[in-house]
């Protein structure tokens, strides 16, 4: 008598995903070609060498960590490559490549690998590295240029923090100003943010509350006094975009709780605004995404559903 194998029993969990990591990875990173595109377009070969190695060195320090761990090389799954291309954005492109090495190994090592490995870190690693290269080297940090051009100029927040001056909304949609290497674009930007929503490798319920919140807020002072910048000014300018879509949405950092989600990306939009405008810097959004990190697991908690039944 043949088997019967219309029931089969098997350990959870029985719904499944033909997508894995390695799949949601290499989404990521095709939803940041039109970012890395217009970064070496604007900034040319500099933007260029300090992406590559970045990607180089993290995945030298992600391989060389699995050794020492005695543990299989997770380099198949291509996290480090979208480490490696994020942390990479987040660097004026002016920067010498001796510190996007030492920034790169921090966001493997201390980011990621110390926490043990993908999927159990608590911080966001690109971020990780750029504070610790912040904290370092900030005259290196917040040396700036114009695209097409070796010299020195100010971002949009800074010329609007420190000089009162607002730049053109139009030029900052489509590129063509001073700052890292992935926000001078935000149409590159908005393009890889939708595509990654649009397959559902993001999840919309962060960036809406994080954008939304910044709009929200900034509208609203705004109105009051115009000297501040519009609503679009404070979306377009800095690294909100490339925040609020790629870095605070990161699935291991950020809570898994539908009402958590729009609880972090409200949370990542407050601490933004009020850095900006009462705060020393310009900008806000590495503090308040890698401050949301920190309190993912408390929101978590408090933002469970209850079971069915449950009093």
């Not at 010329?159 to 992935?182: A, D, P």
């Not at 930007?189 to 939708?194: E, K, R, S, T, V």
């Not at 709009?215 to 519009?230: K, L, P």
Request: charged share 10%.
């Amino acid at each position: 008598m043949g088997k019967d194998k219309s029931l089969i029993i098997s350990f959870s969990p029985h719904l499944k995903d033909s997508q894995n990591t390695s799949a949601v990875m290499l989404e990521v990173v095709i939803a940041l070609i039109p970012a890395v595109s217009a970064g070496i377009y604007f900034f040319g070969l500099n933007a260029l060498k300090i992406i590559l190695t970045s990607i180089l060195t993290c995945g030298i320090s992600e391989y060389l960590c699995s050794l020492l761990r005695r543990k299989p090389a997770s380099l198949k799954n291509f996290s480090f490559l979208v480490t490696g291309i994020l942390f990479a954005l987040t660097l004026p492109p002016s920067l010498p490549l001796w510190i996007v090495v030492l920034g790169a190994v921090v966001c493997i090592v201390i980011g990621k690998e110390i926490f043990g490995g993908l999927g159990q870190n608590v911080f966001n690693p690109a971020l990780v590295g750029r504070a610790f290269l912040m904290a370092s080297f900030p005259a290196q940090l917040t040396n700036w240029v114009k695209p097409f051009d070796a010299t020195s100029c100010a971002t949009p927040l800074g010329l609007w923090k420190f000089q009162s001056t607002l730049t053109n909304n139009s030029v900052l949609f489509w590129g063509n100003v001073g700052g890292c290497i992935g926000e001078t674009s935000a149409f590159a930007l908005l393009a890889g943010g939708i595509y990654l929503i649009i397959k559902k490798t993001a999840d919309w319920r962060i960036p809406l509350s994080y954008l939304g919140g910044v709009m929200a807020i900034s509208g609203t002072v705004y109105t009051f006094n115009h000297a501040y910048g519009s609503c679009f000014f404070h979306l377009l300018s800095g690294g909100v975009l490339l925040g609020a879509l790629f870095m605070a949405t990161d699935p291991v950092t950020c809570p898994v709780t539908k009402t958590g989600r729009f609880i972090f990306g409200s949370g990542c939009a407050i601490i933004t605004m009020v850095i900006r405008y009462v705060g020393g810097l310009p900008e806000g959004v590495m503090y308040s995404i890698l401050f949301m990190n920190a309190l993912s697991p408390l929101i978590e908690r408090l933002t469970i559903p209850k079971p069915l039944g449950k009093k």
